[in-house]
């Protein structure tokens, strides 16, 4: 369920907010939502975390296992933290000026070994020598006032040096050559190829000095958090709202103020804790232009869902609903249906048994991750069984015993045989493929049913609940038109008739009643007439949505086709690697082939459950029931 929330107001003097803010993080009761404050503290905090994220990063990136940790204080931490950045700006320094060097080396390498001292020693004895790189067609016009040594010859530049000789018009063809002319360098290639080996010996050693601060790795982690919760504190005492009172013949007073939420069965709590601080408060019930926090509580088998909606960071909004229970019974049965293969759920459970065991054995509390997955392992291997798919192999090559545990209509064993319902007479059937079909059209029903009840119950003291009623109706009648065009037209046929019950015709309509229930009491907020305008406003989007409806039962069958497609990869790699298995020289080739071929479908099935699962949870499940997902989670100010 989603945790009741009371809207607080906490009035405190001015002088007393930092004061007031430690003894409310004591009491870690107080979701607190304010501006951000600003304050040189603040950027100053903020300048040591990221100095100690970046030292982090910088040792972690030369230190992949750390096996030594050493008990530092946050001071020491930070201390070690400016180490390591100066190191890494020495580092840099150091880095950059060997790429200063390879440009250089790259600028000179058609030039041979080079010393600029020795042009430089010719020029003090009278003999001026410049480098040019000339076109050849410019090179082959200069004039004879102009001395050059060619040295080397490409199919487009030449070259050369040119020998200043003060003759005539020299000045005048040098200065039209004058942009290919090649800049000493600072020192001889030789020097450059020396230092730039010598820098990669003292960047080696930076590196070691950088890595000898492994065991600091803990403490500089544990000083970001601390630094972070000292952040968190200044900003709210900083962003709290501040009035200046003043009355006649009394002196101003300073008051600060600011709001927040809290668990309703916690007030008393605050109210005690305001009455011993002398603040001033105020509670209110929050309503539905607040940004009230969400905090969801459930049992310890419901809250087994909370580590895949954290990573998937989906929180319903304070006035939607909490669908953790529906959320974790429906992924489970995606999750077995998409993965598909008993043995594949066998490797699941086994690899979330070994952690359980573990924990259980040390006496630790049992990861809910864990559990999650073994879930998850154990529903892969109920649908193996009730479909009787083990690795990918076929049915012939299973013991009878596991052919036995499966369910004739949806079993793989009985893949080619005709299912006729009674109502056919023996003339049309089904098959094995249209019969799972058919449970995923159930599903949707089951689920989107489910969406509509609640909604219907929400709204059961308004006539609202009349249109919450009709889409459940038209949802049925649609579900009929599904397997009629979609699995079947013959055996679910628009005049289908049962024991009298013209099936079919129902069917149509219920679409109908449905749709005209929803579409007059839909947007009912009091008023039917301007209920009616709404729908007719909104005419476009009100058709679409018989559509929209076929196309979101239609989408369960994504769960038949991914797990379709497993299969048949499994399949495959089966097939692949059979006929190895008959050379001795060759078993170790299918074995490995074995692995990588269902190690990879499985890594896609999890992609699938990702895409496909809970995206029918999310997406469909959720937007019958009007939910947005727009929540955010409730964070009170704690230690």
């Known amino acids: 369920m989603i945790v009741p929330m009371k809207k607080v107001s906490l009035i405190v003097l001015g002088d007393k907010k930092a004061e007031s803010l430690s003894q409310l993080r004591k009491l870690g009761l107080m979701h607190i939502e304010m501006t951000e404050g600003v304050s040189e503290r603040i950027n100053e905090l903020k300048g040591q975390v990221s100095m100690l994220e970046n030292s982090i990063f910088s040792i972690e990136e030369k230190v992949k296992k750390n096996k030594e940790v050493k008990e530092v204080t946050t001071a020491e931490a930070v201390q070690a933290a400016e180490e390591v950045t100066a190191l890494a700006e020495e ?25 600029p001292e020795s042009i430089r020693l010719l020029a003090e004895n009278g003999v001026e020598l410049s480098l040019y790189e000339i076109p050849k067609a410019e090179y082959a016009a200069l004039g004879e006032c102009i001395k050059t040594i060619a040295l080397s010859e490409t199919k487009s530049a030449v070259k050369c040096l040119v020998v200043k000789s003060d003759a005539e018009g020299e000045e005048e063809a040098l200065e039209g050559i004058k942009t290919y002319r090649v800049e000493l360098p600072k020192m001889s290639t030789a020097a450059m190829k020396e230092r730039a080996e010598s820098i990669n010996g003292l960047i080696d050693g930076v590196d070691e000095k950088i890595v000898s601060y492994a065991g600091y790795i803990a403490g500089m982690k544990n000083a970001v958090k601390a630094y972070e919760k000292e952040i968190e504190f200044e900003v709210y005492a900083t962003g709290m709202a501040n009035e200046t009172l003043s009355a006649e013949g009394e002196n101003n007073v300073s008051v600060a103020y600011f709001t927040g939420y809290i668990e309703a069965e916690n007030v008393d709590r605050l ?107 154990l529903s892969t291997i109920i649908w193996g069984t009730l479909t009787c798919t083990w690795f990918g192999l076929t049915p012939q090559q299973l013991p009878q015993w596991l052919k036995s545990l499966s369910v004739p209509v949806i079993s793989n064993v009985y893949a ?32 989107l049913l489910i969406a509509h009840i609640k909604c219907a119950i929400t709204n059961r003291k308004s006539l609202k609940v009349i249109g919450d009623i009709g889409a459940a109706i038209e949802l049925i009648g649609m579900f009929y038109l599904v397997l009629s065009f979609v699995v079947s037209g013959e055996v679910f046929s628009f005049g289908l008739v049962i024991s009298g019950i013209p099936v079919g015709t129902i069917s149509i309509v219920f679409v109908a009643v449905g749709f005209l229930l929803s579409f007059v009491f839909a947007n009912y907020e009091g008023s039917i007439i301007k209920s009616i305008l709404e729908s007719l406003v909104n005419i476009v989007s009100v058709l679409l949505g018989i559509f929209n409806l076929f196309s979101d039962i239609v989408s369960y069958i994504r769960l038949w086709a991914v797990g379709l497609a497993g299969a048949a990869i499994s399949a495959t790699v089966n097939e692949l690697a059979g006929p190895l298995f008959g050379n001795f020289m060759f078993m170790i080739l299918a074995i490995v082939l074995l692995v990588f071929g269902h190690g990879l479908n499985m890594i896609l099935n999890v992609l699938s459950v990702i895409v496909h699962g809970i995206r029918l949870n999310t997406l469909e499940f959720s937007s019958h029931l009007g939910m947005s997902w727009s929540g955010h989670k409730f964070k009170p100010f704690e230690e």
């Open 416 to 447: 080619d045989k005709i299912w006729y319902p009674f109502w056919t007479e023996g003339k049309v059937g089904l098959t094995t493929a249209q019969n799972l079909q058919i449970f995923c059209f159930l599903l949707a029903l089951i689920q």
């Open 271 to 377: 109210k005690q804790a305001a009455e011993s601080n002398c603040w001033g408060i105020v509670v209110e019930e929050p309503t539905v232009e607040d940004n009230v926090p969400t905090k969801l509580k459930n049992n310890k088998f419901v809250s087994l869902i909370y580590p895949l909606t954290d990573f998937l960071n989906t929180v319903p909004g304070y006035y939607e609903y909490d669908i953790s229970a529906w959320f974790l019974a429906f992924i489970l049965i995606f999750f077995g249906m998409i993965f598909g293969d008993g043995g594949y759920g066998l490797l699941i459970t086994a690899a979330a048994a070994v952690p359980i065991v573990k924990s259980l054995v040390a006496k630790k509390p049992v990861s809910p991750m864990f559990l999650l997955v073994g879930l998850f392992g």
């Open 91 to 115: 580092k840099k320094a150091y880095q950059a000026e060997q790429i200063a060097l390879n440009t250089e080396l790259d600028r000179f390498k058609d030039w041979g070994e080079f010393d």
